[in-house]
Every structure is written in structure tokens, then in C-alpha cells.
T-cell receptor, first 112, second 113 residues
Framework: DAGITQSPRHKVTETGTPVTLRCHQT?????MYWYRQDPGHGLRLIHY???????DKGEVSDGYSVSRSKTEDFLLTLESATSSQTSVYFC???????????FGPGTRLLVL | DQQVKQNSPSLSVQEGRISILNCDYT??????FLWYKKYPAEGPTFLIS?????DKNEDGRFTVFLNKSAKHLSLHIVPSQPGDSAVYFC????????????FGTGTRLKVLA
């Protein structure tokens, strides 16, 4: 257990509304990540953070923004949700000198 | 263009036999690899890793083999158990320090009792 929680665990929202997902870790790891998992695509990196206020884009960052104002929290925001953003979202942290990633339990998002 | 490929979407194996899950990659700069297991409605769980300086790493029933010349790795599970039924993802990262992984699309393993 890497001490990662995600909230909410499930969310249903409407197209055009803003949505914020939260990832919280308890162990002060520097690197945090947001992925989405879709059938046929595996896990794809949306954004990641390498420290407070330090973030960078992943391979599928369009339509998403992130913020990290505290070491323990990494927020993912969909400014205006679209149906193509219906997915399962996972947060992860990097641990150890070999950077193994450990994942949270996921947030299932449905955009109607 | 997918840099990490798991060409078998599914695999069925009898309990007690060996399960072999395969993963191919295209980027010769990848030098650290991870395998994850994922049950429905849960996050992926780290299983085993291997770096490019090795060609084999073992942890209990799980062994990962790396063939750098073929850009291929495989995960062997011996003996397979019904509780191993899950989706397995491989992931690859270039030289240490980038902290970013590319994941394959996953293989669903079903172990038949």
C-alpha cells in the first residue's frame, strides 16, 4: 500500500461542466502522475508533476490541466468535460531509485 | 505509433501450468521495464521489474525475461493459479531519470481451475 487515495471514486457529470479529481499521498513522494485507462489503449499518461508547482504534459494532455500546491495533493481538472473524457483515471507516484510507480484505486468518470 | 506492444489481448491457461505473457517494444532507449497486474475496479499492482543490465529477474512464481536484441520481454507465471486471473500490463522507461513510463495495452489472463 503506497498510501494513495483518489476522490471521488465515481462521478457522473454532464458535457461542458468542469470536473476536478483529487489524488492524495501520505508519504511525500516527489513524483506524481495522472493516467487514463481506456479499452484498447492501456494506460496513457495525461500529466505528471516533479514537485510543488512543477508539472509537465504527458501524451494525452489536451483538455486537461493539473495543479500541485502541496506535496501530498495532485489535482486533475477537466475544464469543460466532453464524452471522450469518459474513462477510468488513475493517479500514481514514483518510489525508490528505480522509480517504480504505484497506483491509486482509480476514479471512474462518466460524461453524459 | 505504439512503442510498447502486447499483441495478445487474452490468454487462457489451465491451473498449475505455465502462463507466458509477452511484450515487445520499439525504442532501443528503453532500459527499465515493469509488469503490473490489474483486477477489475482496482488500481494496477506492481509485480516485478527488470533493468537492461539483466536478462532475467525472479520473484517467487513470477519471472521476467528480457531479450534486448529482439526488444522483447516476457513474464512467466509458474504454476498458474486462479487468483492470477487479471489483466497484465508491461511498461517501459528510457534511461533512469525521466520518471515516465509507456504502457502496453494489456493482456487478459484467465486461469482455468
Amino acid at each position: 500500500d503506497a498510501g494513495i487515495t483518489q476522490s471521488p471514486r465515481h462521478k457522473v457529470t454532464e458535457t461542458g461542466t468542469p470536473v476536478t479529481l483529487r489524488c492524495h499521498q501520505t508519504e511525500n513522494h516527489r513524483y506524481m502522475y495522472w493516467y487514463r485507462q481506456d479499452p484498447g489503449h492501456g494506460l496513457r499518461l495525461i500529466h505528471y508533476s516533479y514537485g510543488v508547482k512543477d508539472t509537465d504534459k504527458g501524451e494525452v494532455s489536451d483538455g486537461y490541466s493539473v495543479s500541485r500546491s502541496k506535496t501530498e495533493d495532485f489535482l486533475l481538472t477537466l475544464e469543460s468535460a466532453t464524452s471522450s473524457q469518459t474513462s477510468v483515471y488513475f493517479c500514481a507516484i514514483s518510489v525508490g531509485h528505480q522509480e517504480t510507480q504505484y497506483f491509486g484505486p482509480g476514479t471512474r468518470l462518466l460524461v453524459l | 505509433d505504439q512503442q510498447v506492444k502486447q499483441n495478445s489481448p487474452s490468454l487462457s491457461v489451465q491451473e498449475g501450468r505455465i502462463s507466458i505473457l509477452n511484450c515487445d517494444y520499439t525504442n532501443s532507449m528503453f532500459d527499465y521495464f515493469l509488469w503490473y497486474k490489474k483486477y477489475p475496479a482496482e488500481g494496477p499492482t506492481f509485480l516485478i521489474s527488470i533493468s537492461s543490465i539483466k536478462d532475467k529477474n525472479e520473484d517467487g512464481r513470477f519471472t521476467v525475461f528480457l531479450n534486448k536484441s529482439a526488444k522483447h520481454l516476457s513474464l512467466h507465471i509458474v504454476p498458474s493459479q486462479p487468483g492470477d486471473s487479471a489483466v497484465y500490463f508491461c511498461a517501459a522507461s528510457p534511461t533512469s531519470g525521466t520518471y515516465k513510463y509507456i504502457f502496453g495495452t494489456g493482456t487478459r489472463l484467465k486461469v482455468l481451475a
